[in-house]
């Protein structure tokens, strides 16, 4: 089993930076794919960005290609999320999720555990 656990959150203004760090438990971290979904007010939650268990491949959302980068240090057991050049339309709650398997899934339903999430508020 994978505890997982945001930080880094806050309030940025549009064109600002944060990043992102979830602290995974476990002995196992580097067998698992990791995901990141963000949820805004009143709308579903939607992938951001995956990647394998190595680090070797990653996946992203139209929406935040060339602005974000999923990296991971299996040594920290922690996956980061690099957010540039941040808009408004980028305000959720971010969560990071983990699941095994090869593929990095978009899908939030193939993620077995799941963070408790951390704010983000991009103001224009």
């Known amino acids: 089993q994978v505890q997982l656990v945001e930080s880094g959150g806050g309030l940025v203004q549009a064109g600002g930076s944060l990043r992102l760090s979830c602290a995974a438990s476990g002995r196992t971290f580097n067998r698992y794919n990791m995901g990141w979904f963000r949820q805004a007010p009143g709308k579903e939650r939607e992938f951001v960005a995956a990647?394998?268990?190595?680090?070797?491949?990653?996946n992203y959302a139209d929406s935040v290609k060339g602005r974000f980068t999923i990296s991971r240090d299996n040594a920290k057991n922690t996956v980061y999320l690099q957010m540039n050049s941040l808009k408004p339309e980028d305000t959720a709650v971010y969560y990071c999720?983990?699941?095994?398997?090869?593929?990095?899934?978009?899908?939030?339903?193939?993620?077995?555990?799941w963070g408790q999430g951390t704010q983000v508020t991009v103001s224009s």
């Open positions: 990647i394998s268990w190595s680090g070797g491949r990653t």
């Open positions: 999720a983990a699941r095994r398997g090869v593929e990095l899934s978009t899908k939030e339903d193939d993620y077995a555990y």
